[in-house]
T-cell receptor
Framework: EADIYQTPRYLVIGTGKKITLECSQT?????MYWYQQDPGMELHLIHY???????EKGDLSSESTVSRIRTEHFPLTLESARPSHTSQYLC????????????FGPGTRLTVL | GENVEQHPSTLSVQEGDSAVIKCTYS??????FPWYKQELGKGPQLIID?????GEKKDQRIAVTLNKTAKHFSLHITETQPEDSAVYFC?????????????FGPGTRLSVLP
């Protein structure tokens, strides 16, 4: 079982609110990721980080932003939530080299009304 | 860039039967192919993986085969059980290079009927 945590697990919020989705891992992994999972199940990479102070945009454009101040922490922020942001958000981490296995957190299901 | 296709999108089997999910990839440089299982309300969990220097790998009821020439790989589940019901994702990665990310297939929803 991987030691990667996401909070909250479920969030229902009104349009225009600022939200932060938390992701933490205790494995000391340098590389971390955020995926957005649509109702059709597909996983879309929206952000990733190679390590502290590194953030990169993924394949799917997203209005969210991320930060990486500590190795173990990779929060995702939406400054002004909209209904189009309603989705499942999954955080993952992996070692920088070697098997490259990604370990996923349980996800945050976000609903914006 | 890499493109991963996965078939079928949904699969129903009777308990005890075998299930096969197939994926194809486009980038011949890809060398690491994991399979993830996602149960309802949970994140994907790695169930088996294979590297390009191996043609087949087995772990109890689960096996993965890789055909580098044809650029396709498959997941085989034998003696299926109701707890195998989940969404399965294949992925491809150039795993030896720092900074390479996975490309996931669109997923297969497997239902094992009692």
């Amino acid at each position: 079982e991987a030691d990667i945590y996401q909070t909250p697990r479920y969030l229902v919020i009104g349009t225009g609110k600022k939200i932060t989705l938390e992701c933490s891992q205790t494995m000391g992994h340098d590389k971390m990721y955020w995926y957005q999972q649509d109702p059709g199940m597909e996983l879309h990479l929206i952000h990733y980080s190679y390590g502290v102070n590194s953030t990169e945009k993924g394949d799917l454009s997203s209005e969210s932003t991320v930060s990486r101040i500590r190795t173990e922490h990779f929060p995702l922020t939406l400054e002004s939530a909209r209904p189009s942001h309603t989705s499942q958000y999954l955080c993952a981490s992996s070692e920088p080299i070697g098997p490259d296995t990604q370990y996923f957190g349980p996800g945050t299901r976000l609903t914006v009304l | 860039g890499e493109n991963v296709e996965q078939h079928p999108s949904t699969l129903s089997v009777q308990e005890g039967d075998s299930a096969v999910i197939k994926c194809t990839y486009s980038d011949s440089a890809s060398n690491y192919f994991p399979w993830y299982k996602q149960e309802l309300g949970k994140g994907p969990q790695l169930i088996i993986d294979i590297r390009s220097n191996v043609g087949e790998k087995k772990d109890q009821r689960i096996a993965v085969t890789l055909n580098k020439t044809a650029k396709h790989f498959s997941l085989h589940i034998t003696e299926t059980q109701p707890e195998d019901s989940a969404v399965y994702f294949c992925a491809a990665s150039k795993g030896d290079n720092y900074g390479q990310n996975f490309v996931f297939g669109p997923g297969t929803r497997l239902s094992v009927l009692p």
